[in-house]
Nanobody, 115 residues
Framework: QVQLVESGGGLVPPGGSLRLSCVAS????????MGWYRQAPGKERELVAT???????NYADSVKGRFTISRDNPKKTVSLQMNSLKPEDTAVYYC?????????WGQGTQVTVSS
């Protein structure tokens, strides 16, 4: 059974930083792309960043230069370092992983950027 568990969310003032982590189990991660998505209230889920097995990264324009995605295959972990956070970054953040069987999602972690 594939399971993804996110952590690291919380309340942070504008300009602050957070680091999200996601640990996978029940799946081989080293060969598969992983990513972070977010969903704000009343909006659709959107891509934040992805990272391939070859460490190629892709970012949403809104987070380029502020967020950094990374992965640690032996630890089966994907992380998202978020700097210079803005109120519009407030959302539930989800990690995911894709393989030939499908796409798997974590339960999400809340990030709130507010003074």
């Amino acid at each position: 059974q594939v399971q993804l568990v996110e952590s690291g969310g919380g309340l942070v003032p504008p300009g602050g930083s957070l680091r999200l982590s996601c640990v996978a189990s029940g799946i081989i991660v080293s060969l598969n792309p992983m990513g972070w998505y977010r969903q704000a209230p009343g909006k659709e889920r959107e891509l934040v960043a992805t990272i391939t097995s070859g460490l190629r990264t892709n970012y949403a324009d809104s987070v380029k230069g502020r967020f950094t995605i990374s992965r640690d295959n032996p630890k089966k972990t994907v992380s998202l370092q978020m700097n210079s956070l803005k109120p519009e970054d407030t959302a539930v953040y989800y990690c995911n992983i894709r393989n030939e069987a499908g796409t798997y999602w974590g339960q999400g972690t809340q990030v709130t950027v507010s003074s």
